[in-house]
């Protein structure tokens, strides 16, 4: 099945603790990114891939670093997480950023920074 | 930069009958594209309809449609025949064609959608 997996899907952690939110497709998808969903925002993209190495920042990138090792792989890293980044994350993959292309979300993970 | 604004943060509307979501965009842009995302309890992100903005007919999928005013930059979604599965968060999107950020999604705030029985 054609599929974005996230995981974990919920994390409660301190501040100052750094952690990891895993991102994977199985479509073979060029695009790649994380958006942030926080109530009266809507989603806001914070990262972005388009190939393997080559990665670049969205709107609020602040906080956080990617990389992207492997095509299937988008790992999301907060080294020092803080209160304010307690929100519902989501990756998204594309076949390549060409926006005709659908982008199809992972599941959600949500967050919640003590 | 675009921006996508949803005026209504919740709606509501009883089964079997017709509701509207407004969504208006700002954007310099000639070249894009304007989606609508559901978002239903479990969280997945569903696409469910999307327009083209050089084309002039607007978009139909079943029981959804949209009013597309490219001029008054207007995106509205009408859903038909509501039924109890419709109950979500409606998110309006944009995305440009070309360009530096293309590629991205620009999201409205949401509307929640309640339908009654």
């Known amino acids: 099945e054609a599929q974005v997996t996230q995981n974990p899907r919920y994390l409660i952690t301190v501040t100052g603790k750094k952690l990891t939110v895993t991102c994977s497709q199985n479509m073979n998808h060029e695009y790649m990114s994380w958006y942030r969903q926080d109530p009266g925002l809507g989603l806001r993209q914070i990262y972005y891939?388009?190939?393997?190495?080559?990665?670049d920042k969205g709107d609020v990138p602040e906080g956080y670093k990617v990389s992207r090792k492997e095509k299937r792989n988008f790992p999301l890293i907060l080294e020092s997480p803080s209160p304010n980044q307690t929100s519902l994350y989501f990756c998204a993959s594309s076949l390549t950023r060409h926006t005709q292309n659908e982008q199809f979300f992972g599941p959600g993970t949500r967050l919640t920074v003590l | 930069a675009q921006t996508v604004t949803q005026s209504q943060p919740e709606m509501s509307v009883q089964e079997a009958e017709t509701v509207t979501l407004s969504c208006t965009y700002d954007t310099s842009e000639s070249d894009y594209y304007l989606f609508w995302y559901k978002q239903p309890p479990s969280r997945q992100m569903i696409l469910v309809i999307r327009?083209?903005?050089?084309?002039?007919q607007n978009a139909t999928e079943n029981r959804f449609s949209v009013n597309f005013q490219k001029a008054a930059k207007s995106f509205s979604l009408k859903i038909s025949d509501s039924q109890l599965g419709d109950a979500a968060m409606y998110f309006c999107?944009?995305?440009?064609?070309?360009?530096?950020?293309?590629?991205?999604?620009?999201f409205g705030q949401g509307t929640i959608l309640t339908v009654h029985p």
């Open positions: 999107a944009f995305a440009n064609a070309g360009g530096t950020s293309y590629g991205k999604l620009t």
């Open positions: 891939s388009m190939n393997v190495e080559v990665t």
């Open positions: 327009q083209e903005a050089y084309k002039q």
